[in-house]
């Protein structure tokens, strides 16, 4: 298939996907493909700064009950003060995200697992990692991953000004929209580490903080049955997993992935991607 025809009908898959999103209100519930809605929790903690000791329980976060809906007009992305950790809803739904990639060595072989389950997942991109593999972000929004913004070279934004922050927030979103055909509705700032002007920005770039419930650790590289270990013993419904498709040897993520996921499947698991319910 040409170049050119792929544009057009991912065009079209997106213009559709949008419609339906626009025929939505403005809520603090996020739906999963399925319907399910996202609900927002506690902050996770982070993927520890590589310079800071390991926790045991890194990987096993808790969400805060009683969190209340962010101050916002109906329409507009809220200001929130605090990411979404994980889904709630009916059903033993899982969501799978990887970071810091697009890499031509790991990433299309995450993509042909994934592709292999009839599986969707979301991708938290860097954008000098996206700018020279926009065929990779074109493959994702073919097969219908999610593209999140994960900033242009993974500083700890806390440390960054809000004029920094910005630059690596739409520098990378300005990067998905010409490979992956539309701009990022989603975002995870680098280590975990949120503030104040994170989620200002983020939401003035149309952009939903989300983080996880599960980390993998595999950064670390503890052995792919180590990694499966983890999403095993972590698995339940709503929960968001980890992992990483860049950012140094990612050989284990891709075996790990590659065990873990039919495991998950045949326990019963829905993998799914959240969908927001307003533009």
């Not at 962010?70 to 950790?85: I, S």
């Not at 072989?109 to 926009?134: H, S």
Request: proline letters at 8%.
């Amino acid at each position: 298939m040409k170049k050119e025809q792929l544009f057009t009908r991912r065009r079209a898959l997106l213009a559709g996907a949008a419609a339906v999103a626009a025929a939505g209100t403005a809520e603090v519930f996020l739906r999963g493909e399925d319907g399910d809605p996202v609900r927002a929790a506690a902050p996770a903690a982070g993927a520890p700064a590589r310079s800071l000791p390991l926790k045991p329980s890194a990987y096993r976060l808790q969400p805060l009950t009683g969190y209340g809906p962010p101050h916002a007009a109906p329409g507009r992305t809220p200001v929130r003060r605090e990411p979404l950790l994980r889904m709630t809803g009916r059903g033993r739904t899982m969501v799978l995200t990887f970071d810091d990639g697009p890499d031509p060595r790991y990433t299309p072989r995450i993509l042909d697992t994934l592709a292999e389950y009839d599986v969707r997942a979301m991708f938290f991109v860097c954008g000098e990692m996206a700018v020279d593999n926009q065929d990779l972000l074109a493959r994702m929004a073919d097969e219908g991953h999610i593209v999140g913004n994960h900033t242009w070279s993974h500083p700890l934004l806390t440390r960054l000004t809000r004029r920094q922050i910005r630059s690596e927030m739409s520098r990378t979103s300005d990067v998905i929209e010409n490979g992956y055909g539309e701009r990022p509705r989603w975002f995870r700032a680098p280590y975990g580490a949120w503030n104040r002007a994170a989620f200002q920005l983020g939401s003035e770039l149309g952009m939903e903080p989300i983080a996880w419930t599960i980390d993998t650790l595999d950064w670390t590289t503890p052995g792919a049955g180590v990694i499966v270990g983890r999403v095993e013993k972590g698995a339940a419904p709503g929960v968001v997993v980890l992992s990483h498709d860049a950012g140094g040897d990612r050989s284990q993520s891709v075996r790990a992935l590659r065990d873990y996921l039919p495991r998950l499947l045949d326990a019963g698991y829905h993998i799914t991607v959240p969908r927001r319910q307003y533009a």
